[in-house]
T-cell receptor
Framework: GAVVSQHPSRVICKSGTSVKIECRSLDFQATTMFWYRQFPKKSLMLMATSNEGSKATYEQGVEKDKFLINHASLTLSTLTVTSAHPEDSSFYIC??????????FGSGTRLTVV | GENVEQHPSTLSVQEGDSAVIKCTYSDSASNYFPWYKQELGKGPQLIIDIRSNVGEKKDQRIAVTLNKTAKHFSLHITETQPEDSAVYFCAAGNAGGTSYGKLTFGQGTILTVHP
């Protein structure tokens, strides 16, 4: 079946630094990637949608200069949290879809900003 | 846009009992309804899905029903086991052929199965 690998699973960073999260589709070509944010005991909130080779489409209220999304290849998308602050601490999850494939989720990244 | 409401927020059952989780959606254009199981600290895993041209789908102990007219769909788990304990999310989206649009998730249901 389709597999999406997300790294790192956990990261702690200092306030003001940037953190990059990677999402790779291992056995299919991901034409579209979705990035979600999830607060404790809450649902998944879509942050942005990216199609390979195009700029990401951000949901209302999501700062595109703070959450940089790159989808330069059919197997890799990255989310960079720039100038991270404690309020950016959250669980970030990617989801990939490809031709003939539904949504496959990564295992998530727990970001803690101290 | 789409709005998905999920109930109940918590559900506690005894092992062997059945569990039912219900969702409603607002956008009549939605035609794809997956259910996900999420364990603590992990990403969601698809457990079953249904498209709008089908009223019911079953996979062993898990079944999903869809009422397009009423815009609601339900997850049914029979013969529950302690390992079924997790958070369950419903979602709705628009899928055309092999193309899938974005999903809107429900609020989640914490299912606890007591031995």
């Amino acid at each position: 079946g389709a597999v999406v690998s997300q790294h790192p699973s956990r990261v702690i960073c200092k306030s003001g630094t940037s953190v990059k999260i990677e999402c790779r589709s291992l056995d299919f070509q991901a034409t579209t990637m979705f990035w979600y944010r999830q607060f404790p005991k809450k649902s998944l909130m879509l942050m942005a949608t990216s199609n390979e080779g195009s700029k990401a489409t951000y949901e209302q209220g999501v700062e595109k200069d703070k959450f940089l999304i790159n989808h330069a290849s059919l197997t890799l998308s990255t989310l960079t949290v720039t100038s991270a602050h404690p309020e950016d601490s959250s669980f970030y999850i990617c989801s990939a879809r490809g031709q003939g494939y539904g949504y496959t989720f990564g295992s998530g990244t727990r970001l803690t900003v101290v | 846009g789409e709005n998905v409401e999920q109930h109940p927020s918590t559900l506690s059952v005894q092992e062997g009992d059945s569990a039912v989780i219900k969702c409603t959606y607002s956008d009549s254009a939605s035609n794809y309804f997956p259910w996900y199981k999420q364990e603590l600290g992990k990403g969601p895993q698809l457990i079953i899905d249904i498209r709008s041209n089908v009223g019911e789908k079953k996979d062993q102990r898990i079944a999903v029903t869809l009422n397009k007219t009423a815009k609601h769909f339900s997850l049914h788990i029979t013969e529950t086991q302690p390992e079924d304990s997790a958070v369950y999310f419903c979602a709705a989206g628009n899928a055309g052929g092999t193309s899938y649009g974005k999903l809107t998730f429900g609020q989640g249901t914490i299912l606890t199965v007591h031995p």
